[in-house]
């Protein structure tokens, strides 16, 4: 098979991410140096590992959301999301820091997805339960 088979668009994404990530960096830099252009890369790299950390737990929500029977436009898959940009819009604003904002914004996504999962969990339990008994 030919590496050009094996690449998906997925792989341009997370290439994009390292080079902004690395340019950011270096703009940022008073003089190019080997040390600047390490720190670069290194930046490009924790940039890389933070957005496929972020975007794959979202994208794993939403594909196991799916693949349980939900719709995408129901109210507990969007619930997460509407409180988590909320949230992160709130924080952001009021430190003034957009990664704080973000950062917030990607735990309250965590907390309340994790809050639906459970909720949703419990009733699909106590309705299955209860339609057995009958």
């Known amino acids: ?11 341009a994404l997370m290439l994009a991410v390292f080079v902004a990530g690395t340019i950011v960096s270096l703009l940022r830099a008073d003089a190019l140096t080997v040390a600047t252009g ?16 972020t975007v ?13 029977g939900g719709r995408w436009s129901d109210w507990p898959f ?30 309250v996504f965590v907390v309340v997805a994790a809050l639906v999962a459970i909720g949703t969990w419990l009733v699909v339990g106590y309705r299955t339960g209860a339609s057995a008994n009958q």
């Open 78 to 107: 969007l619930a997460p999301f509407i409180v988590a940009g909320v949230a992160g819009v709130a924080i952001g604003v009021y430190t003034g820091s957009v990664g704080a904002g973000a950062w917030a914004a990607f735990w």
């Open 56 to 68: 794959g737990n979202i994208w794993g929500y939403a594909v196991e959301y799916r693949n349980a």
């Open 38 to 53: 390490f720190r670069a890369v290194l930046s490009g790299l924790l940039g890389l590992v933070v957005f496929q950390f």
């Open 1 to 11: 098979m030919a590496l050009r088979d094996r690449l998906r668009p997925w792989h």
